[in-house]
């Protein structure tokens, strides 16, 4: 008997070589609609069952630039305007993890981590409480944002779990797999075919949090948009839509280590950040036999020349046009960076060079390794949808389940697997 113990821990424990699901549920992306539904005969949306059932507004809240962590943010300024606004949100304060922060300075990281506008998350925060130009911290309490939930107590949490919502509503939208959304008192909404993914993300956070009559006039002109609207004015769409270009083609881009060194494949696609982003990352594990989270002399690398435009809390973002914003143009973010010999902000990188060492640091992880995920314009960009990863020639694809996957090349194709197996050993 303890030799079956002894066999059932060692297997438990090393399958503890990538990211884990903060929620520890079933992904939301698993067995989406598929990208063309609407073709189909058979689609939700038959005209029988429209009639059956109610169907959402049309009315477009937001463009998606408006919604994303896009070029269109660039010169806002969220510490001076939370300030200029005197809101309760101006003096609030939090300890986040060994850090006290302000008000602005959550909103800010929650803005960056997830890649959602601060105005969107602004905006939300007054229609549900009015933190943002009230001084009256009542309303709501614990809860700003109405989500009524003991773990998620606070602004942090509470600004986390809607910028969370948001990413899943957009991008579920963004696959043709958010259909129907259901209200908090149980009424089944078909979306209506005209909104367009920033509209969808938003109806489908109003849905969690408001019965059918609120949530039609919060996604109405009356609602959410007349509360963004007096607070930013009309947010148009320009030159920046759409965000992510047809034809878009992802630069050359390398493996994350040094050539020669043979790593592990650990996690096919999956979410960029919280659950919700999308399935835009990849886990890779350094050499070795060693599991769980330990101290790793391995270096990650540049996977092309960039610049460091954010380093903190197990973060690096390396900015490949290298203008400074995270929100143009090509960025990759890495995940699970140890601060020990970290690549600092503002250092201009060739591919190759040392990122950092893989760790445990920066979220939810169970061991060592590296996540790597990329963005356009501020918009995740999926591991395994039209703009795959090419690594060294090495092409992701998912299998339709979170964490499964392969890279291939030349016809070899390496599985991820959240152990040691040969089957997901690569190298450059």
Same mark, same amino acid.
């Given at each position: $008997?303890?030799?079956?113990? =002894?066999?059932?821990?060692?297997?438990?424990?090393?399958?503890?070589?990538?990211?884990?699901?903060?929620?520890?549920?079933?992904?939301?992306?698993?067995?989406?609609?598929?990208?063309?539904? %609407?073709?189909?005969?058979?689609?939700?949306?038959?005209?029988?069952?429209?009639?059956?059932?109610?169907?959402?507004?049309?009315?477009?809240?937001?463009?998606?630039?408006?919604?994303?962590?896009?070029?269109?943010?660039?010169?806002?300024?969220?510490?001076?305007?939370?300030?200029?606004?005197?809101?309760?949100?101006?003096?609030?304060?939090?300890?986040?993890?060994?850090?006290?922060?302000?008000?602005?300075?959550?909103?800010?990281?929650?803005?960056?981590?997830?890649?959602?506008?601060?105005? @969107?998350?602004?905006?939300?925060?007054?229609?549900?409480?009015? =933190?943002?130009?009230?001084?009256?911290?009542?309303?709501?309490?614990?809860?700003?944002?109405?989500?009524?939930?003991?773990?998620?107590?606070?602004?942090?949490?509470?600004?986390? !779990?809607?910028?969370?919502?948001?990413?899943?509503?957009?991008?579920?939208?963004? *696959?043709?797999?958010?259909?129907?959304?259901?209200?908090?008192?149980?009424? &089944?909404?078909?979306?209506?075919?005209?909104?367009?993914?920033?509209?969808?993300?938003?109806?489908?956070?109003?849905?969690?949090?408001?019965?059918?009559?609120?949530?039609?006039?919060?996604?109405?002109?009356?609602?959410?948009? %007349?509360?963004?609207?007096?607070?930013?004015?009309? $947010?148009?769409? #320009? #030159?920046?839509?759409?965000?992510?270009?047809?034809?878009?083609?992802?630069?050359?881009? &390398?493996?994350?280590?040094?050539?020669?060194?043979?790593?592990?494949?650990?996690?096919?696609?999956?979410?960029? =950040?919280?659950?919700?982003?999308?399935?835009?990352?990849?886990?890779?594990?350094?050499?070795?036999?060693?599991?769980?989270?330990?101290?790793?002399?391995?270096? @990650?690398?540049?996977?092309?020349?960039?610049?460091?435009?954010?380093?903190?809390?197990?973060?690096?973002?390396?900015?490949?046009? $290298?203008?400074?914003?995270?929100?143009?143009?090509?960025? *990759?973010?890495?995940?699970?960076?140890?601060?020990? #010999?970290?690549?600092?902000?503002?250092?201009?990188?060739?591919?190759?060079?040392?990122?950092?060492?893989?760790?445990?640091?920066?979220?939810?992880?169970?061991?060592?390794?590296?996540?790597?995920? %990329?963005?356009?314009?501020?918009?995740?960009?999926?591991?395994? &949808?039209?703009?795959?990863?090419?690594?060294?020639? !090495?092409?992701?694809?998912?299998?339709?389940?979170?964490?499964?996957?392969?890279?291939?090349?030349?016809?070899?194709?390496?599985?991820?697997?959240? =152990?040691?197996?040969?089957?997901?050993?690569? &190298?450059?």
């Amino acid at each position: $008997m303890i030799r079956y113990t =002894w066999l059932i821990f060692l297997a438990l424990s090393i399958l503890i070589t990538a990211c884990t699901r903060p929620d520890y549920g079933p992904s939301p992306f698993s067995n989406i609609i598929d990208e063309n539904y %609407r073709e189909k005969s058979d689609h939700p949306h038959s005209e029988q069952q429209i009639h059956l059932g109610l169907v959402g507004s049309d009315f477009q809240i937001l463009p998606d630039s408006g919604l994303v962590y896009s070029p269109s943010s660039i010169g806002f300024n969220a510490f001076s305007f939370i300030r200029d606004q005197g809101g309760y949100l101006n003096d609030y304060q939090e300890k986040v993890g060994d850090k006290v922060l302000g008000g602005a300075d959550i909103l800010y990281r929650i803005s960056r981590d997830y890649s959602i506008h601060p105005q @969107v998350l602004l905006a939300l925060l007054e229609y549900q409480s009015h =933190w943002v130009t009230s001084k009256n911290s009542t309303s709501l309490g614990n809860y700003p944002l109405g989500y009524d939930d003991l773990a998620y107590q606070g602004l942090y949490r509470q600004l986390s !779990w809607a910028a969370n919502k948001l990413n899943r509503g957009y991008y579920l939208h963004r *696959v043709g797999g958010l259909v129907t959304l259901e209200t908090a008192d149980h009424h &089944q909404v078909y979306l209506s075919y005209s909104i367009n993914s920033a509209t969808a993300a938003i109806q489908y956070f109003f849905s969690y949090l408001l019965n059918y009559p609120d949530w039609q006039t919060a996604v109405s002109p009356i609602g959410f948009y %007349r509360t963004y609207y007096s607070l930013f004015g009309e $947010m148009k769409v #320009d #030159d920046l839509e759409p965000l992510v270009p047809e034809g878009l083609i992802q630069p050359t881009l &390398q493996l994350p280590f040094a050539t020669d060194e043979v790593w592990k494949f650990t996690a096919g696609p999956h979410s960029a =950040w919280g659950d919700g982003a999308a399935w835009a990352a990849l886990d890779f594990a350094p050499p070795g036999e060693q599991y769980g989270c330990y101290e790793s002399q391995d270096w @990650v690398r540049a996977v092309a020349d960039g610049l460091v435009v954010r380093s903190e809390d197990g973060v690096v973002v390396l900015d490949l046009d $290298m203008d400074g914003y995270e929100q143009t143009g090509w960025t *990759v973010l890495y995940l699970h960076i140890a601060s020990k #010999d970290r690549a600092t902000f503002g250092s201009h990188l060739q591919v190759g060079d040392r990122i950092g060492h893989p760790s445990c640091e920066g979220g939810p992880s169970s061991g060592t390794h590296v996540h790597i995920a %990329r963005r356009y314009n501020g918009e995740w960009i999926p591991a395994d &949808q039209d703009l795959p990863f090419n690594l060294d020639g !090495w092409i992701s694809r998912g299998t339709g389940s979170e964490y499964e996957g392969q890279l291939i090349r030349n016809g070899i194709v390496v599985e991820a697997y959240a =152990w040691f197996s040969p089957e997901n050993q690569i &190298q450059r």
